[in-house]
């Protein structure tokens, strides 16, 4: 008997041993343990960098951008996931501001204008030196002038070198690398049934030419079913490197879901047949190169619609999401360059719509930072000691409002432009990585949708970032029957003409339904 109670203590012991090792170990990864980014090697970034040759002065001395260093992108010391452009800002002036005066107001503060965009008065600002805080304090004052609209420092967007969800600039949830099968173009059919876009091809003989942009990976133009109107814009060997090559698969699955050649040998479709893709490099750049794409896709290169399949890293979603300030500041001076910019081309008589992946965040576990200010962050030891969810995790937390900085825009002319995407899967079921909100405007297939990759190859891929091209080559359909529409016809068009519901939590969405769309405005355009 005596030998038995002993047993049991030294096995309670052992027990109660290993539950406080484990508990220990739990809270020391919970306050010790630092969240996992992964870092982009920017001295390999020249390919992206070099992109911003196409807006060189020379070429246009009313629409230009000085290109970045990489020398020159710094991260903010509390927090080295926020990066900025060293000594740069970026400013949006009132319509009836000349460039004599905002240059005269810049040259006061000892700045100098490095790039120009005058369809949109927006202006790439620099100073000889200039900290974080004192760019933010120029930016403060230059917004009180009344001759400003807004103006932030010139925030760099990087690409960490993983693209899983948690991490990636890119939305794309997963990849399977997959051979020309019956099975996988059986899946894409069923993804093509659910939206009805056989029968919004039987109207193609009437489809015009269109323009259809993408913010992206860059497109490998070289595939044989897809064509880049700008081409020459860029060199797609230069991002055949290990860093590139995820986006630019990515870039290119994107493009084949929107516009590939119909009834070609690896049985994929892309939506419409009569776009002409504009393609722009969304990886490793700075908000100012963004603001440009945009402005010369929509203003000089009349594109109706175009699609924007990435989004911010899951750390600053999941902070803004649960209301963190620094996250929501952030997100707010960035959305508000966004649609002063837009809401100028707006006024000026450009009609578009920018089509936003809601990303895929939702099933993402995030744990509380402690000394960071995205105040969320991704912990992978933790994750799989903390079986029981004993600590500050949160999961499905992830707001689509937040996924960019289009989806966060509250202008009401600018946001009826605007249409988010979430994603179903072939049943019509809502995909469990989709982010939710009330910034979704629309569902569409965005599980194992077949398409184009690099070296002509052909691969499955799931996200959100799939869905968003159907909708888009939908839009491009629709402007494609009818040029005089309005982005915000077109929009109501798209989230108006479904025949089926997905329901989620509290929302309810419209799954894209293409052929009730197109046959829509045909029979428009049939009774004018």
């Given amino acids: 008997m005596i030998r038995t109670n002993k047993k049991k203590k030294i096995v309670l012991g052992v027990v109660c041993a290993l ?6 170990t739990l809270f020391g990864c919970y306050f010790f343990e630092p ?25 246009n001395d009313t629409f230009y951008l000085k290109q970045i260093d990489e020398n020159n992108i710094v991260a903010l010391e509390n927090d080295n996931r926020l990066k900025f452009i060293v000594g740069t800002i970026i400013l949006v002036a009132e319509n009836d501001a000349e460039y004599s005066e905002i240059e005269d107001l810049i040259s006061s503060i000892n700045g100098s204008i490095c790039g120009y965009i005058e369809c949109s008065d927006f202006y790439q600002i620099e100073f000889n030196s200039a900290s974080y805080e004192e760019l933010v304090d120029i930016c403060h004052k230059l917004s009180e002038n009344e001759s400003v609209i807004t103006a932030i420092p010139d925030y760099f967007e990087e690409t960490p070198a993983s693209d899983s969800p948690a991490n990636s600039l890119l ?14 173009k059986n899946d894409n059919i ?3 049934e659910l939206i009805n876009a056989y029968e919004a091809w039987d109207y193609s003989d009437y489809f015009n030419s269109v323009n259809v942009g993408m913010i992206d990976g860059v497109v490998d133009y070289t595939n044989s079913d897809i064509e880049v109107v700008n081409a020459d814009d860029y060199s797609v060997d230069a991002f055949y490197t290990d860093e590139y090559l995820s986006s630019i698969n990515h870039g290119t699955h994107v493009a084949g879901i929107i516009g590939a050649e119909q009834n070609n040998n690896f049985g994929i479709d892309g939506m419409c047949s009569t776009a002409e893709i504009y393609s722009y490099n969304g990886i490793n750049n700075s908000i100012s190169y963004w603001i440009a794409s945009l402005c010369r896709m929509i203003h000089y290169e009349n594109v109706k ?14 902070s803004a999401s649960m209301g963190d300030e620094f996250a929501l500041n952030y997100y707010d001076n960035i959305c508000g360059v966004f649609e002063a910019v837009l809401e100028k081309l707006i006024d000026s008589g450009d009609e578009f719509v920018i089509v936003q992946a809601a990303g895929n965040s939702a099933y993402s576990s995030q744990y509380k930072v402690f000394f960071e200010c995205f105040g ?3 912990k992978k030891i933790l994750s799989c000691l903390d079986l029981l969810g004993l600590l500050d995790t949160k999961t499905g937390v992830a707001d689509a409002k937040y996924v960019f900085y289009f989806s966060n825009i509250e202008n009401e002319k600018v946001r009826e432009r605007i249409i988010v995407v979430g ?13 939710t909100g009330e910034a979704v405007d629309i569902a569409a297939p965005g599980e194992e949708i077949y398409s184009s990759v690099t070296y002509n190859s052909f691969e499955l891929m799931s996200g959100t970032s799939m869905a968003a091209p159907f909708v ?9 029957l009818d040029d005089t529409l309005t982005g915000a016809e077109v929009k109501e068009i798209l989230t108006s003409t479904y025949s089926a519901t997905v329901s989620v939590d509290e929302f309810t969405y419209p799954i894209l339904n293409a052929g009730n769309a197109v046959s829509y405005v045909y029979d428009l355009i049939s009774a004018s």
């Fill in 171 to 184: 939305d794309d949830y997963t990849e399977i690398a997959s051979d020309d099968n019956t099975e996988n």
């Fill in 423 to 435: 994603s179903v899967n072939n049943y019509g079921e809502y995909s469990i990585f989709s982010n």
């Fill in 305 to 318: 619609a175009i699609n924007v399949s990435m989004g911010c890293n899951t750390f600053l979603i999941i």
């Fill in 19 to 24: 539950i406080a090792v484990y508990l220990t």
């Fill in 472 to 480: 888009t080559g939908t839009a491009a359909m629709l402007f494609a």
């Fill in 35 to 59: 969240s996992t980014f992964n870092y982009a090697d920017l001295s390999l970034a020249d390919a992206a960098f070099d992109m911003y040759g196409i807006f060189d002065k020379s070429l």
């Fill in 376 to 378: 969320y962050g991704d």
């Fill in 190 to 192: 069923s993804a093509l």
